[in-house]
């Protein structure tokens, strides 16, 4: 008895938190995804310094871990450059994830892209169109759903990986979390806390279906 | 003038040579079918004609104009890209696989190109793709996706399609092959009703039956070069080389 009513105290903070990790987890994503479709263009592109370049961020990007990513936006980069630094811990950490996402989900759409029938290009370029078109009106819509399972799951990582935050002190749940516990000096509330975090993971899987089926809609009746 | 030229067409993929100094010249409204065992390279110089190919050693001149210009492997002239684009405006392609557009509707399929590429107003595309879409006869399938459509039904979809950007030549790279086969009538005869509207056409085909009645001359291709050419007549009857007999011979026992 006693732990519920500890929850119910504990509710609109960790709530705080789970804002916190969502709008992170949303921007970055987002954020990341545009970033990922000039990268993955840039690396199917035939023009060397853009594809080096491109395959050299991805790599760096998957190839460092992400806390140590996230470190040096926040603290690493003023000490290059003061111009580079970030006072909002928040947007420190928007920009780590999203440019970390960003190599994850480049890989992704180039593999969606690439899975494309090549007689797609060749007609659209039967009739005329560029490449920036054909690309536009024709590949990347017919990627779109094959994209959404992977960048879906993508989501969920980055989600997960948010509690990464806790260690600039942004207030996400992971912090909140820690915090609630070593003031009670217990770690019950990382029950409520894991539970809030799938309750997040099944209203983002659950959409995310939905947006699968919505884009299938012209695949074989 | 002929509104397509080509001279000297060599192209290798690795150390094949496919096409060996394939030269032949198509003239406005003419029919030409090209024939000839698998392997022979009729569908890679179909191809070459609308730069779905490079070529090695050649000339390619549509409507006079000169598009490409190798010799043994290096480029001694190139048309600026966006002549070459407007040049190839002419020249309308059907595929053996269709290629439509499967994340569009059928009538979108066939507006795409002529919104996006000549700036044709939308109900202006619009129109012509009814238009069009009546002529193949599907003019009751406007808003159905491609994958509910039969193949034979996609290929007279990809036919209008490719009509829409008005080209004055039409490349038929096997269009009836990927079709069960009480399917290719219903495209052969599309096909046949453009011929007879003037239409200027290259078609490889299987459709021995189809080239005998439609084209005005047949080529026949074996290992990578045109071995005979002439009229129906004188391809179907009167053969003279051993290769085509032999050819013809196992096509109509088949």
Known sequence: ?221 | MSMIRTENICKNFGDLQVLKDVSLTVEPKEVVCIIGPSGAGKSTYLRTLNHLEKINNGKIYIEDKLLDHYENGERKFKLPAHERQQALLDVGMVFQRFNLFPHRTVIENVMIAPINVRKVSKEAAREKAVDLLNRVGLGDKLNVYPAQLSGGQQQRVAIARALAMEPKIMLFDEPTSALDPELVGEVLSVMKKLAEDGMTMVVVTHEMGFAREVADRVIFMADGKIEEEGTPQQIFQQPKSDRLKQFLKSVISA
């Open chain 1, 1 to 221: 008895m006693k732990f519920l009513k500890d929850v119910i105290g504990w509710i609109p903070s960790l709530l705080d938190g789970a804002k916190v990790t969502i709008s992170l987890t949303l921007v970055a994503v987002g954020a990341g995804l545009i970033l990922a479709l000039f990268l993955a263009l840039g690396k199917m592109s035939k023009k060397k310094w853009l594809n080096k370049f491109c395959s050299g961020y991805i790599f760096f990007f998957r190839g460092t871990p992400l806390l140590m990513q996230l470190y040096f936006v926040y603290y690493g980069l003023p000490q290059l450059t003061p111009v580079l630094t970030i006072n909002n811990r928040f947007f420190a950490a928007f920009i780590a994830f999203a440019l970390n996402s960003a190599a994850y989900t480049a890989e992704i759409i180039r593999a969606a892209i690439q899975s494309i029938d090549k007689g797609q290009f060749e007609a659209a370029h039967a009739l005329g169109m560029t490449y920036a078109q054909t690309m536009k009106l024709i590949i990347v819509p017919q990627s779109i759903r094959r994209l959404i399972p992977p960048v879906g799951n993508e989501f969920i990582m980055v989600l997960k990986d948010a509690s990464l935050v806790s260690i600039i002190a942004l207030a996400d749940i992971t912090k909140v979390t820690r915090s609630i516990s070593s003031s009670t000096a217990s770690a019950m509330v990382y029950i409520p806390a894991m539970i809030l975090y799938l309750i997040i993971t099944a209203v983002f899987s659950f959409i995310f279906n939905r947006l699968e089926k919505k884009y299938s809609v012209y695949e074989n009746n």
